[in-house]
C-alpha cells in the first residue's frame, strides 16, 4: 500500500513552560502541548489496494476524496492528540537534559 496526501493546512501550537527545581537546579519542564489543526480541500491517491484490483482501488480512492472533510474531521483529534503528545515529549527530553541556565545563559 503506497499513498500520497496533499492539502492546504495551517497548524496553530500552544507551548507553555514553567521552572522546576531538581536535584538544587532549575530546569524548563513544557506543559501538554495544544495543537489545532485546520485543513482544506486534500487528496490522497492509495495504490495497490485489494491486491492491485484497478476498480476496487479506484472506488475507494473516489469515496474518500468525495469525503475529504468526514474523513479529516474523523482523525484530526486523534492526530492532535498524537501529535501534541508525541512533541511534548520530544520538548521536554531536550530541556531536561539542560539546566535552565544552560539553556538561557545571561
Given at each position: 500500500?503506497?499513498?500520497?496526501?496533499?492539502?492546504?493546512?495551517?497548524?496553530?501550537?500552544t507551548?507553555k513552560?514553567?521552572?522546576?527545581?531538581?536535584?538544587?537546579?532549575?530546569?524548563?519542564?513544557?506543559?501538554?502541548?495544544?495543537?489545532?489543526?485546520?485543513?482544506?480541500?486534500?487528496?490522497?491517491?492509495?495504490?495497490?489496494?485489494?491486491?492491485?484490483?484497478?476498480?476496487?482501488?479506484?472506488?475507494?480512492?473516489?469515496?474518500?476524496?468525495?469525503?475529504?472533510?468526514?474523513?479529516?474531521?474523523?482523525?484530526?483529534?486523534?492526530?492532535?492528540?498524537?501529535?501534541?503528545?508525541?512533541?511534548?515529549?520530544?520538548?521536554?527530553?531536550?530541556?531536561?537534559?539542560?539546566?535552565?541556565?544552560?539553556?538561557?545563559?545571561?
Open positions: 500500500l503506497c499513498g500520497f496526501f496533499s492539502a492546504n493546512y495551517v497548524c496553530d501550537v507551548m513552560g514553567r521552572k522546576i527545581m531538581r536535584d538544587g537546579e532549575e530546569y524548563l519542564e513544557f506543559d501538554k502541548m495544544k495543537i489545532k489543526l485546520n485543513v482544506g480541500d486534500g487528496q490522497i491517491r492509495l495504490t495497490n489496494l485489494f491486491n492491485g484490483d484497478p476498480i476496487l482501488g479506484e472506488a475507494t480512492n473516489r469515496i474518500i476524496n468525495d469525503n475529504s472533510k468526514v474523513f479529516i474531521n474523523e482523525i484530526s483529534p486523534v492526530l492532535e492528540k498524537s501529535l501534541a503528545d508525541l512533541f511534548t515529549d520530544i520538548s521536554n527530553r531536550i530541556t531536561l537534559k539542560f539546566t535552565y541556565k544552560e539553556l538561557f545563559p545571561y
